[in-house]
Structures are given as C-alpha cells and as structure tokens.
C-alpha cells in the first residue's frame, strides 16, 4: 500500500505538524553542522540553500503551531567522513519525505514543501551513489554506516508516531514509513534485498 492509498482525517494534522516542526528543526542543525565538516565540491553549496529552505520549513511551522521551536547552544555531533555523512543526511531526509507525504493528505497547501524535501532526498540519493560507485573503504564505509542508521530507525519512527490521533494508524504507518525507507536504501544499494 502506498500513502497516498491511505487517507488520513484532518484530526492527525497537529500532530503530524508537531512531528514535522521537529524533523525540520533537527535538519536543519545537522545540515548547519555538515558545513563545518570536509564536503565534495558542489555539496556546501547546496547544503547553504538547503539551510535557507529548511528555516523556511520551520517559521512556517512554527506559525501554523503557534509555538517557536527548540533552539540549540551548539550544534550536534555529526560524522566528519563524507561517506557516513551523506548516509546520515540521506536517512534524515527520506524519513523527513515520508512525513511530508503524510502531511500533504491532511494539509495539500503544503505540497512545495514536499516537493523541496523530494529535491533534497534526490541530490543526497545522488551522492550516495557516487560514493558507491567509487568502491573500496568508502563504498563499504557507507553501507556499513546504512545498517547501522537502519537498526536505530525503528524505535525513532516509533516516537515519531506517538500521539493519541495517531493511535488507530500507527502501525499501518509504521509499516508504510520503514518498507518505503528500506526499499529505497535496497534500491541505493546500501542494503541488500533482506536488509542486511
């Protein structure tokens, strides 16, 4: 089953708001922290864009909660190789793209910012398979770093599904939003077809 073939009611809308506002908040300081890190050509720069777009994310969300969201002191810790670097802005924004297809059923308004966060798991899907292709420590690196991501992907999912209007489709949920993450990583070339 795709999401779009699951309707959600508008009463999943704040929360699914409220879970989007943290993913964006949380993009939005690790692409901060990326540029401070060694990055292919081509890569700061769109990563500088992608931070503008992203604070733009959050003030709309923010505006639409009513409320400002957590600001942080010091930027988070993040993995200085490029290839467990990319694997982590690649696994934050698919999981991002996935809420974002979620919410465009209970607010279509928000469709642009779907769309930009389709752009950013394009260009991040794009590097990865470059470090791929590339092969050697690199390329085993990356995929050893996507195994490691996947296994803590779940329990995150799962607090990223609580709330109370979510309840009923948590599990269906659960289901679309790993099987759509997984085919994608499998499609990559980071995991092999029983997601080892």
């Known amino acids: 089953?795709?999401?779009?073939?699951?309707?959600?009611?508008?009463?999943?809308?704040?929360?699914?708001?409220?879970?989007?506002?943290?993913a964006e908040a949380m993009a939005l300081w690790a692409v901060r922290a990326a540029q401070a890190k060694d990055v292919p050509p081509g890569v700061l720069q769109?990563?500088?864009?992608?931070?503008e777009e992203e604070a733009e994310h959050l003030k709309e969300f923010e505006f639409?909660?009513?409320v400002q969201s957590h600001r942080r002191e010091k930027l988070?810790?993040?993995?200085s190789q490029w290839w467990a670097l990319v694997i982590h802005l690649y696994g934050y924004e698919t999981l991002g793209l996935e809420f974002a297809?979620?919410?465009?059923?209970?607010?279509?308004?928000?469709?642009?910012?779907m769309d930009d966060e389709e752009v950013h798991v394009g260009f991040f899907e794009e590097e990865v398979r470059k470090v791929l292709?590339?092969?050697?420590?690199s390329a085993e690196g990356a995929r050893q770093s996507a195994r490691a991501w996947w296994r803590r992907l779940p329990p995150t999912?799962?607090?990223?599904?609580?709330?109370?209007?979510?309840?009923p489709f948590r599990s269906e949920l659960r289901q679309l939003i790993l099987g759509?993450?997984?085919?994608?990583?499998v499609g990559v070339g980071l995991l092999d077809a029983t997601g080892a």
Not at 157 to 167: A, I, P, Q, W
């Open 1 to 22: 089953m795709k999401h779009l073939d699951m309707l959600l009611p508008p009463s999943c809308e704040t929360a699914l708001l409220e879970r989007f506002l943290k």
């Open 46 to 51: 769109f990563l500088r864009r992608h931070e």
């Open 64 to 66: 639409r909660l009513g």
């Open 76 to 79: 988070p810790r993040v993995p």
């Open 101 to 113: 297809k979620l919410l465009v059923q209970v607010q279509p308004d928000l469709r642009a910012i």
């Open 133 to 137: 292709a590339q092969g050697g420590a």
């Open 157 to 167: 999912v799962d607090r990223y599904l609580e709330g109370e209007s979510l309840g």
């Open 180 to 185: 759509s993450i997984r085919s994608r990583f």
